[in-house]
Every structure is written in structure tokens, then in C-alpha cells.
């Protein structure tokens, strides 16, 4: 049987530091057929490809062109472990029925591989559930970049939604959940880096609008989440409450974010802190 393509998007922007070995990572895999697609996104070293379009366009990018039955990505400033793809793809492989597979990381300090996991006892936890489904809406996630899908369902769930700036991540890993199986396997498949360069870690609260925008999807978009309503509504009057509080605190909140904020109205009635928020940004 003839192994199954697997397409390696990597996204680039300004990590020329790091990039190759991201690359070689790659190209050192045991695995005999692999759709490597880097996409320069408009960085500021040696060769520009094209003007920066931001994280999200480019992984929708390159999940559009991608050609392998299988799709993954990496992070330009991460590496994968040796024997990454095969253990997902096997994992695919074997269970047709199984949607996704994610694997477990290992944390890097620096350029040194440290014994931190970034699968912990909350996230394990989500496999062991007849219905996880709540606890996602919740806020438990998964490491993206940990995960292998069949490309043509990652494309049938919507992909990667423009709509984000930061999110990216969270709404893939519903929606397939909402599609088919998904299997963990306890394997570092992965070596993530932290460090001043990425954006959530540069300021915690770049995501509160897209986290808004995340649940209204939710509500608004995705009937399967119909029985989740209560929960999903909840979380959402939650995200416009620290969305408020960000923008109020903030010199100078950006008129999207504003915007976004402005639907909370809706909710001002089970919530009064909301009022006082829209009102304060009125006289900003």
C-alpha cells in the first residue's frame, strides 16, 4: 500500500534565526512522501516573496495548496522530533474513521530541549471524554501544532478564519472534533520554542477580540453547537467583560476592537458591567 502524502506548511516571517532548522527538521523525517511548503510572509531578510498578509492568511495559504491526503503545520521558529510525521500519519493509517491525531511537545529553552510537556493532565483529559466538546468551549485547547488532519476535512470544517488575527488555533480544533474522531498519541512530535517574539507572550490581551469573535461564530454560524447554547452564551458575555475592561484601560483602543465590542448591548441586561463599559468608550 502506498504511504499517503503528507503536506508540512511553514509560515515565515522575520525568523531567519531559526527557519532552517525548521526546514532540515522536515527534510530529515522517515517519512518517503512529503509536500513541504514554506511561504515567506513578507520578511525582512535577504528575498521578500510578497507584503506581509499576517498568520492567518498565510496558513489559509497554504492549507489551499496544499497536496497531501494529510496536513500539518510548523511554526518557522519550531522543529519537529525525528520520526514526527510517521507516527501521526501511522496513527491516520490505521484508523480511517479518525479525523486528526495530535501528539504531545517539548518545550525548548533557548535552543536547549527541556523534559517540560506542553500536553498536560487537562488536556490528556479531553481524550478520556465521551464529549469534550464543553470543555472546549470552556477554554481548554490543544496544541495545534501538534496535530495531523486529512487535508480534505480540514478544508470541509472552513480551515483557518481570516476573521482572527491571533485565534487561529481554537476553531479548527472544535469544528473537527464536531467532524469525526480525533486520537491522541503520547509521543513528542514536536519542539515548541517561547520567546519574546511571539505575539500572545508579547501582549496576553491581543486576543480578547478574536475570542469574542471565536463564540459569536459559535452561536451564530455552527448548528451543531445548538445544544451548547447556554454554555457557549455564558463564555461569550465573559469575553465581551474582558474585552471591556482592556479597551477601557487602554490609550488607544482601535476602532475594530470598538466595533467588536459594541454587540455586547445585547448582553447588558444580564450583565450590568457591560453598560458601564460601552458607555465609558462612548466618551473615550
Known sequence: MQNPKISVVIPSYNHQNYVLQAVESVLQQDWPDIDLIVIDDGSTFRFISRPNRG?????????????????????????????SLSSRASCLAAHPD???????ALLLSGDAVTAERVMDAKRRRLFELADPIPEFIKGVNLPIHTLMARTA??????????RYHYCEDLDPQLLLYLAGPIRFIDVPVYCLRRHTTNSSRTNPHVARADKVL????????VPKLAPYRKLIEYQLRRQYLLLGRYLTQS??????????????????????RLLWHLLRLRFH
Open 55 to 83: 498568520l492567518v492568511k498565510t496558513v489559509k495559504e497554504g492549507l489551499t495548496i496544499a497536496q497531501g491526503e494529510f496536513f500539518c503545520l510548523l511554526a518557522s521558529d519550531d522543529y519537529l522530533t525525528p520520526g
Open 98 to 104: 479518525c479525523v486528526a491525531v495530535f501528539g504531545d
Open 153 to 162: 476535512i480540514f478544508r470541509q470544517v472552513g480551515g483557518f478564519d481570516e
Open 214 to 221: 471565536l463564540y459569536r461564530k459559535y452561536l451564530e454560524e
Open 251 to 272: 490609550a488607544a483602543p482601535s476602532v475594530l476592537e470598538k466595533e467588536i465590542f459594541a454587540g455586547a448591548i445585547k448582553y447588558c441586561w444580564q450583565d450590568i
